[in-house]
T-cell receptor
């Protein structure tokens, strides 16, 4: 497996459900990111992890909870989401301290009913 | 308030001609700029980048130009090919080369006409 992978690719959940999105990078990077892309909006940065430490939380509601157990894995735990949280969630990774080019996974398309 | 703006939601270009995609930014702290390409059902793919110390960077058919005084960058694709049809995102990062996260524009949908 190469690059950045995300599972699941598609997810439908109710507002009372709890689910998790998973991201794995096979590039030897040590910074990982969560972005959200809503319809007709630019990609919005949600969270940044450098060397497993969260260094950025871009005013994201607490119903989104990230977890970075090691530099290769990143999770986004979801609970009591709202329909407006329906979006494409993208994970990216980069070599911290380098030129900062971020490499993206294919995304998880989330629908909250 | 959008800090990175791509004012053309779509652009149609004939195959073989030059495609020029434009991007404007407002934050003078941005130090590093990137272009990504995105096909439906896939994540953005990195295309080309430029740091603020340069005004041009070239990679094959792709050239990015940066005009810092105008806070404007553009992506030139020449010659345009059918496989270039995709959404192109302009992105900008701060002094750490974007390592703290990138700010994206809304994207321009490029359509290459045969």
């Amino acid at each position: 497996e190469t690059g950045v992978t995300q599972t699941p690719r598609h997810l439908v959940m109710g507002m009372t459900n709890k689910k998790s999105l998973k991201c794995e990078q096979h590039l030897g990077h040590n910074a990982m990111y969560w972005y959200k892309q809503s319809a007709k909006k630019p990609l919005e940065l949600m969270f940044v992890y450098n060397f497993k430490e969260q260094t950025e939380n871009n005013s994201v509601p607490s119903r989104f909870s990230p977890e970075c157990p090691n530099s290769s894995h990143l999770f986004l735990h979801l609970h009591t989401l709202q329909p407006e949280d329906s979006a494409l969630y993208l994970c990216a990774s980069s070599q911290n301290g380098g030129v900062g080019t971020q490499y993206f996974g294919p995304g998880t398309r989330l629908l909250v009913l | 308030d959008q800090q990175v703006k791509q004012n053309s939601p779509s652009l149609s270009v004939q195959e073989g001609r030059i495609s020029i995609l434009n991007c404007d930014y407002t934050n003078s702290m941005f130090d590093y700029f990137l272009w990504y390409k995105k096909y439906p059902a896939e994540g953005p793919t990195f295309l080309i980048s430029i740091s603020s110390i340069k005004d041009k960077n070239e990679d094959g058919r792709f050239t990015v130009f940066l005009n810092k005084s105008a806070k404007h960058l553009s992506l030139h694709i020449v010659p345009s090919q059918p496989g270039d049809s995709a959404v192109y995102f302009c992105a900008a990062g701060g002094a750490r080369g974007g390592a703290d996260g990138l700010t994206f524009g809304k994207g321009t949908h490029l359509i290459i006409q045969p």
